[in-house]
């Protein structure tokens, strides 16, 4: 039936949406209903899911902390609003199922869609489940992962209702076009490409190890940086660098150009990375500003030999320089890492996450794919 609905909810960064878009893809294939998406206000947000032509439904949103914060108090009123707007888009809508990717945001439709009798689908894409997925899990059906480490995180009771699929990525992370990468950027292919990322807010740390080794870079790779909303590029007069605040529409043909990236370790990052077959450096987010989950994801791929991880004092630029060097040397190294990351990710989750939905909608007679 065409006008069944399935909501979507996620957000607070890209890595919470475009996992989701990617399911969205594949639903599409083979499903005709109608999508809505529950986000926060952010714009970064709503223009991603508005770009992929699905309706976007902004409500209040708090922030869910674990340290004791007088902004608890403030936030938790925002999360009940939350609640009540949520509630009143899903009787409105009337979906089938709810498919939450996380963050903040993603809470109070949770608890809404449960309190309507709405199956709850979650998806964590880190190793170790955040705070919302962890809220989210007590009442979803299905609780969807990434890694089989997450199994160890979660109770006997969640994990009979657990899968592991991977982490869903857009189709076109896949097909990214490198001559086109290197054109919008200005860069010949003459010398290696590295790709900088610090996610969709940027990364203060990262912006300042990469403006330290710049000069040690010249005549041996060309620089793309993407230093998040309000930075200005470090060296705009160098030939060989090129800095912007964030980038959409050409991410796809900037990871298929560039050979080498070096970014911090959220989800986002590191499958999108694996996905484009690029050899990756992390340097992931620590300390009292995170609960580690940039860490355990950087390390997991470090692991298998499929990304080089640097955190705490390593951290520094002698130590990125004396990683990044010897990978622009050897086309050989570039490619073998970029296969063991191929092989860490599950190319087929959106396709396994998309089947998983159309099962339970079809098991409860409402519709046939």
């Not at 970064?44 to 869910?64: H, N, T």
Request: net charge positive; charged share 20%; aromatic share 6%.
């Amino acid at each position: 039936m065409s006008d069944t609905c399935i909501a979507f909810t996620g957000g607070g960064t890209g890595g919470h949406v475009y996992p989701g878009l990617a399911v969205i893809e594949k639903l599409r294939e083979r499903w005709s209903g109608t999508i809505i998406w529950i986000g926060s206000g952010k714009e970064v947000e709503r223009s991603a899911v508005e770009a992929a032509g699905v309706e976007f439904y902004a409500i209040p949103s708090g922030k869910l902390r674990r340290s004791m914060s007088l902004r608890n108090v403030t936030d938790a009123f925002k999360v009940a609003a939350g609640y009540v707007a949520a509630r009143r888009l899903l009787r409105a809508h009337k979906p089938v199922l709810l498919f939450s990717k996380g963050g903040y945001v993603s809470v109070p439709p949770c608890l809404a869609a449960a309190s309507l009798g709405i199956p709850v689908f979650t998806h964590e894409s880190d190793v170790s489940p955040g705070l919302a997925t962890r809220i989210n899990a007590r009442r979803a059906e299905r609780i969807l992962v990434s890694w089989e480490a997450t199994l160890g995180f979660l109770t006997d009771y969640q994990r009979a209702r657990a899968t592991v699929t991977g982490n869903p990525v857009r189709q076109a992370i896949a097909n990214g076009n490198a001559d086109a990468g290197r054109a919008w950027l200005g860069f010949s292919p003459a010398l290696p490409l590295v790709l900088v990322l610090g996610g969709s807010q940027g990364a203060r740390q990262i912006n300042e190890l990469v403006a330290a080794i710049l000069p040690e870079l010249a005549g041996k790779a060309v620089v793309a940086h993407q230093l998040g909303p309000g930075n200005t590029p470090c060296r705009p007069d160098d030939p060989g660098y090129r800095g912007f605040e964030y980038v959409r529409e050409q991410m796809a043909d900037l990871l298929a150009a560039a050979d080498v990236i070096v970014g911090r370790a959220g989800a986002g990052t590191t499958v999108e990375g694996a996905a484009s077959g690029t050899a990756m450096i992390l340097v992931p987010l620590a300390g009292a500003g995170s609960r580690g989950d940039q860490v355990e994801n950087a390390e997991t791929l470090a692991r298998a030999g499929a990304a080089i991880c640097l955190t705490g004092a390593d951290a520094n630029p002698a130590t990125l320089l004396g990683a990044l060097l010897p990978l622009l040397s050897s086309r050989e190294k570039r490619l073998a890492m970029a296969e063991r990351a191929r092989s860490v990710l599950r190319s087929d989750a959106a396709s396994t996450i998309t089947s998983l939905i159309l099962d339970r909608i079809n098991s409860t007679g409402s519709i046939v794919a």
